[in-house]
């Protein structure tokens, strides 16, 4: 990468990462719980939001947009949308006195679990980041872009039950809010409704946003991040999260591409089998840098006994 290049992308990264600061500002009350509360439809009925992970995920992300687009003017970029649900990234960044100076910004929810896990898959390892000209599923091809980075929010849910799929029914309610004014239900559905003085006083179904800002190589593991399906995995604390200390934090941006450039089809001989490598110890053993050992960060799979503590 030309260092020009490298330049104006620490610059931005620097300026995203001020501006990540006031984001909690911008969707939190003073009590750490979200601004949104519900939908409001013409009858002045508020209906409160499921927990379900992608509801949340989709209002949060319309939530945050006018913010970062603002920033995006600010700091002399235009913003593409991906053109399609399944595209990557969500947003591209766009120079405007070099449109050839491009970045990809993915924006990632994940909330707290009991055991203080969280994490997120960070994009795919197979098709448009193997074949970096190809224009598959993808805005502009991988090859194009300077950076690739991660918006990442980090939530509580309100609720007492943060399993995975905890979606109930029962939590989503209808309200009529005395400081909206007399609510006429018009439409003739019957509703069971329950009052509120006002819309602070309806409990929010997050809370406690913290939000970062990182390129993906930094926080990445090396297990992939979805069942059978070709996505990186991202490390599961929130501490990794935010100090970027993933698995190839200390190794570099190039043993992140290598290693899942190759994940799961080069091979390693242990005995007289041979194993794929799905691990960042095989893959260094592979490389003949077992010297490296010392550089991987956290998020790692164990390492495997044969290779001693």
């Known amino acids: 990468m030309r260092e020009e290049v490298v330049l104006v992308k620490q610059e931005f990264s620097r300026e995203f990462k001020e501006f990540v600061k006031k984001l909690q500002k911008c969707v939190s009350c003073e009590d750490g719980q979200w601004t949104v509360k519900g939908f409001i439809d013409v ?4 209906f409160t939001i499921s927990t379900d992970t992608k509801i949340v995920s989709k209002i949060l992300e319309i939530h945050l947009f ?10 002399g970029y235009s913003i593409v949308l991906a053109e399609k649900q399944n595209y990557y ?5 766009v120079n405007k006195e070099d449109k050839s100076i491009k970045f990809a910004v993915d924006l990632k929810t994940t909330f707290r679990r009991p055991n203080g ?8 390892h197979g098709a448009y980041f193997e074949n970096r ?10 090859e194009q872009y300077c950076g690739h980075f991660c918006l990442g929010a980090i939530y509580s849910k309100t609720n007492k039950n943060v399993e995975e799929d905890d979606t109930d029914l029962q939590e989503t309610q209808v309200l009529h809010v005395d400081e909206l004014g007399l609510c006429v239900n018009r439409d003739n559905v019957e509703r069971v409704v329950n009052k ?11 809370k406690d946003l913290d939000f970062f800002f990182s390129e993906k190589w930094k926080i990445a593991s090396d297990s992939q991040g979805s069942g059978n399906t070709a996505n990186i995995g991202s490390v599961t ?3 990794d999260m935010k100090e970027e200390t993933g698995v190839f934090s200390k190794l570099g941006e190039e043993y992140f591409d290598a290693y899942w450039l190759n994940y799961n089809k080069a091979t390693i001989l242990v005995g007289n089998n041979n194993f794929k490598i799905t691990n960042i110890w095989d893959f260094l053993e592979w490389r003949g840098e ?3 050992f010392k550089l991987v960060g956290s998020g790692a799979k164990r390492k495997p006994e044969r290779y001693g503590k």
């Open 117 to 124: 896990k969280i994490g997120f898959t960070l994009g795919s």
């Open 133 to 142: 000209k190809s224009t598959k599923n993808i805005q502009f091809p991988y």
């Open 89 to 93: 990234p969500d947003l591209t960044f």
């Open 196 to 206: 509120k003085d006002t819309l602070l006083s309806i409990t929010s179904v997050i």
């Open 237 to 239: 604390t929130e501490r």
């Open 66 to 75: 006018p913010s970062i687009l603002k920033f995006a003017e600010s700091i």
């Open 290 to 292: 077992k010297d490296k």
């Open 43 to 46: 009858y002045k009925n508020v």
